[in-house]
Nanobody
């Protein structure tokens, strides 16, 4: 499975961005998909995941208020709508995929077999 993330950019505090991740080479509808992010000098952290059933999990309630993960199986793609962006959201955002994951492992990088190259989001204050 190949993943291609896009949609990052330089925005101001309070702006919105929509990230996209296009998948190829696998049976997309069977994959659990996720977004992670990595800020400079920090470890890669879980943002959100969406299962084949379209049920979703977010890292925290505060993130769920501003971010929305979605998928379009007809386009083999997932999206991350990010609203009310803050400087602390600045990071490289990565999409990931797994077809063997269990619910208790959704937040762990090691549970995902495939990764995109990352798209940079920079939020200026």
């Amino acid at each position: 499975v190949q993943l291609q993330a896009s949609g990052g950019g330089l925005v101001q505090t309070g702006d919105s961005l929509r990230l996209s991740c296009a998948a190829s080479g696998g049976t997309f509808r069977t994959y659990t998909m996720a977004w992670f992010r990595q800020a400079p000098g920090k470890e890669r952290e879980f943002v959100a995941a969406i299962r084949p059933s379209r049920s979703t999990t977010y890292d925290a309630d505060s993130m769920k208020e501003r971010f929305t993960i979605s998928r379009d199986n007809t386009k083999n793609s997932i999206y991350l709508q990010m609203n009310s962006l803050k400087p602390e959201d600045t990071a490289a955002y990565y999409c990931a995929a797994s077809n063997t994951i269990i619910t208790s492992s959704l937040r762990y990088r090691s549970a995902y077999h495939y990764w995109g190259q990352g798209t940079q989001v920079t939020v200026s204050s």
